[in-house]
Structure formats: C-alpha cells, structure tokens
C-alpha cells in the first residue's frame, strides 16, 4: 500500500491539509492547524513529497490569488458508486456559478435524491477542487459547509468578483 504525503497550506481562509500519492490527490480538507510563519509545510512518509502534492499546493495558491480558475490535477475518488456521481457532477459547475442540491440530483438523474446530494456533497473529501461549495439551497440560501458557512461565503464571493471582473 502506497504511503500518503501530507502538506498543510496556509491559505487566506484558513489551514488546508492536502493529502495524497503518488498517482494522486486524495484529500483537500480544512484542519485546525496553525502554521505561525510558514507558507506550508510537510509531513508524514518521511518528508517524501510526491509531485502531486506540491502541484495541487501551487493550484490552490493560485485559485486563491485570484490566477486559477479550473484545476488541473489528478485525484483520487473513494466513496460509494453514488458519491462518485455527486463529486464528478460538481467538478462540471463552472467557477463563478452557483447551483442548487435539486439541480444536482436532476443532472445525475436522480431528481429527488437532493437530499442524499447535499449528504455527499458534506462527505467530499477534496474541497474546492471539487467544488462543493458551489452547490446552495434552492432558495438561494448558503446551506452547509464542511469547512463552516463563513467559509463557503468567502469562497463564493472570490469567485463571484473574478467571474464578474472577466466578463465586463
């Protein structure tokens, strides 16, 4: 079994730890962890670091300054068949835009499943990158954030200024 590199990420919004192997990321999930003057740094497989790790780092900096819009970056699903089909419909909602739990549960076919939606959208273990924070309640209320609702709001607003700022 391949050994998983850690790296924690200080980002605008908090402490990201990133996790992943060699042929991937697994995890991308806020951590209470304070990094007092470091940027980031590593831990766990000896302090080996897979290229994986440091590219998904580099990503995020970049969506966060404002440079990145879609991620390019291998990564690694492990839930049920059905989480899976949740997590791959996110990564289709565009940077900028928002959606509701119905909508997703309609384009995976499912239209009444928006409730087991909004379960695997708060099972998904690599934040951002696939953008469950994208995803609000139908009456366009913010509603649900593994990372805290503070946090979905920032996110949501980084987007919306750059997507409004590109398309004036």
Known sequence: ???????????????????????????VQ???????????????????????????????????NGNRKEFEIDIILKGTSFQNKVWRELMK?????????????????SSKAFRAVGNANNKNPISIIIPCHRV?????????????????EWLLNHENKLYHKDSI
């Open 93 to 109: 909602i565009p940077f900028g835009v928002t959606v509701s739990y119905k909508y997703i549960a309609e384009a995976i076919g």
């Open 136 to 152: 609000i309640g139908a009456n366009n209320k913010l509603v649900g954030y593994g990372g805290g609702l503070w946090r979905k």
């Open 30 to 64: 806020f951590v209470e962890k304070q990094l007092k003057n470091n940027k980031y740094i590593y831990e766990g497989n000896n302090n080996k670091v897979y290229p994986v790790i440091n590219q998904c780092r580099d990503q995020l900096e970049e969506y966060f």
């Open 1 to 27: 079994m391949e050994e998983i590199t850690e790296c924690y990420y200080k980002s605008p919004i908090g402490t990201i730890e990133i996790k992943g192997v060699a042929k991937g990321i697994t995890s």
